[in-house]
Nanobody, 125 residues
Framework: QVQLEESGGGLVQPGGSLRLSCAAS????????IGWFRQAPGKKREGVSC????????YYADSVKGRFTISRDNAKNTVYLQMNSLKPEATAVYYC??????????????????WGQGTQVTVSS
């Protein structure tokens, strides 16, 4: 079965860290660009980060630059999102998704063809 599965979400205090994982099954992740998106309650889903397939170029939303790091471990068929210095506004459901290539705009959701079910991240004291 071809699918993506996120894990690693949870409750963390402001300033804390979490590492999200996006594990693929049924297909090799290294041939795909992987994006992370999030959707907060009452808000539209937004792009957080993306890593390309060919040279592992990385892309970040301005709101997370310098605090979040995306990486991939092709041997484990997994992509990670390390989130540091978390703020309450990071509270959202986080999704990973795959696409054949980054293209000209990694934020275009319609260009991603596989999506995970999401993992909840809550930043609160």
């Amino acid at each position: 079965q071809v699918q993506l599965e996120e894990s690693g979400g949870g409750l963390v205090q402001p300033g804390g860290s979490l590492r999200l994982s996006c594990a693929a099954s049924g297909f090799p992740l290294d041939y795909y660009a992987i994006g992370w998106f999030r959707q907060a309650p009452g808000k539209k889903r937004e792009g957080v980060s993306c890593i390309s397939s060919r040279d592992s170029s990385t892309y970040y939303a301005d709101s997370v630059k310098g605090r979040f790091t995306i990486s991939r471990d092709n041997a484990k068929n997994t992509v990670y999102l390390q989130m540091n210095s978390l703020k309450p506004e990071a509270t959202a459901v986080y999704y990973c998704a795959s696409r054949p290539a980054v293209g000209t705009n990694w934020r275009r959701e319609y260009e991603y063809d596989k999506w995970g079910q999401g993992t909840q991240v809550t930043v609160s004291s």
